[in-house]
């Protein structure tokens, strides 16, 4: 069994050196869907490797948490982990944590004041940004929508589950 503690270190070291001096660098985009860099996918690739250490092509689920944390993510519970474990045997394959890294990395991009939540002022900052004609009270729809909990926000596992739920994830 591989060490997760050591693992995770290493996750974090890496991704956080390498994202750090990414700044000035010209970025390889991805020929695929994917709104990652190919520098962004291969850094995420080494992250998920480091739990994959057999060469299998999947981790662990309960690996998951411990490598979503070292790529600088905080979940707030793990019901969202049990929802990627499509096929119910107890493992994720690279795509799905790609996915899963690349939501985390949307998510942070709505949340541009870092607490936590998609609020409406987030929702509302970013429809401008991409010059949507919503509404106000159809951005507080969505929110309300999302909103699980009911605290006025999106936080990051509410919205992972909107978009498994909607398929945009996959």
């Given at each position: ?54 060469g299998t092509g999947v981790m ?111």
């Amino acid at each position: 069994m591989p060490n997760r503690s050591g693992n995770a270190t290493q996750a974090k070291t890496h991704f956080s050196a390498s994202t750090s001096s990414r700044g000035s660098s010209k970025r390889k985009k991805r020929k695929t869907g994917s709104k990652l860099t190919l520098e962004q996918e291969e850094e995420i690739r080494e992250a998920f490797n480091l739990f994959d250490p057999d060469g299998t092509g999947v981790m662990d689920v309960k690996d998951l948490k411990v490598a979503i944390h070292a790529l600088g993510f905080e979940p707030k519970d793990e019901g969202f982990i049990n929802e990627v474990d499509h096929h119910e045997n107890g493992t994720i394959n690279f795509e799905t944590f790609l996915a899963i890294v690349e939501t985390k990395m949307i998510f942070n991009l709505f949340d541009d004041d870092a607490t936590g939540k998609i609020t409406f002022k987030n929702l509302k900052r970013v429809a401008k940004e991409l010059g949507e004609d919503i509404t106000d009270d159809q951005l507080r729809e969505m929110i309300e929508e999302a909103d699980l909990n009911g605290d006025g926000g999106v936080d990051q596992d509410e919205f992972i589950r909107l978009l498994a739920k909607t398929n945009l994830s996959n």
